[in-house]
Antibody, heavy 119, light 108 residues
Framework: EVQILETGGGLVKPGGSLRLSCATS????????MNWVRQAPGKGLEWVAQ??????????YYAESLEGRVTISRDDSKSSVYLQVSSLRAEDTAIYYC??????????WGQGVMVTVSS | DIQVTQSPSSLLASLGERVTITCQTS??????LNWYQQKPGQAPMLLIYYATSLQTGMTSRFSGQYSGRSFTLTITSLEPEDIANYFCLQHYSAPQYTFGAGTKLELK
């Protein structure tokens, strides 16, 4: 059974940084691209970042609105993916989801982790 | 960016009723659109991929169709467990995915 679990959320002060973790199991992690997607309160879903697998040289892609403040990384030995977000702003307050990506797009999602940016 | 317009934003329906949700894209994306179901506090679940293909394990009450830039998700006969939020995602411009704003389906 595919399992995806995000951790690392919480309350952060504006200007601070946060590292989200996503632990996976139940599939061959090395074969898949992974994404982070977020949803701000009362807003729609927004794709944040993608990291490809070793076959694609771990290429990374970022949403233009966040580029320069986010870094996605992965550790294949731990079947985990990470999202570092810096210079946090109130508008970064959101539920952050980790998703697996197959050829048909994101298929499995975690339950998400809440990040609140507030003083 | 490819814009995705989803309608309606909310929907009241009765058990047994046929329900239809639509996503319209700002440009042609062929069949590169997925539908997801999300219940409160749960992870989104993939229902339909490539516009018309039913994800393994999902009930055949769900079906997807498309014509041009218009995509529809249909629930043939609403069951209580279908009460959820539904959203679409276009992956034509992967990895710059864009999403519909979602439809909240509630019981009448």
């Amino acid at each position: 059974e595919v399992q995806i679990l995000e951790t690392g959320g919480g309350l952060v002060k504006p200007g601070g940084s946060l590292r989200l973790s996503c632990a996976t199991s139940g599939f061959n992690f090395n074969d898949y691209f992974m994404n982070w997607v977020r949803q701000a309160p009362g807003k729609g879903l927004e794709w944040v970042a993608q990291i490809r697998n070793k076959n694609y040289n771990y290429a990374t892609y970022y949403a233009e609105s966040l580029e320069g403040r986010v870094t996605i990384s992965r550790d294949d030995s731990k079947s985990s993916v990470y999202l570092q977000v810096s210079s946090l702003r109130a508008e970064d307050t959101a539920i952050y989801y980790c998703t697996r990506t197959a050829t048909e797009g994101p298929d499995y999602w975690g339950q998400g982790v809440m990040v609140t940016v507030s003083s | 960016d490819i814009q995705v317009t989803q309608s309606p934003s909310s929907l009241l329906a009765s058990l047994g009723e046929r329900v239809t949700i639509t996503c319209q894209t700002s440009q042609s994306i062929s069949n590169n659109l997925n539908w997801y179901q999300q219940k409160p506090g749960q992870a989104p679940m993939l229902l339909i991929y490539y516009a018309t293909s039913l994800q393994t394990g999902m009930t055949s009450r769900f079906s997807g169709q498309y014509s041009g830039r218009s995509f529809t998700l249909t629930i043939t006969s609403l069951e209580p467990e279908d009460i959820a939020n539904y959203f679409c995602l276009q992956h034509y411009s992967a990895p710059q995915y864009t999403f519909g704003a979602g439809t909240k389906l509630e019981l009448k």
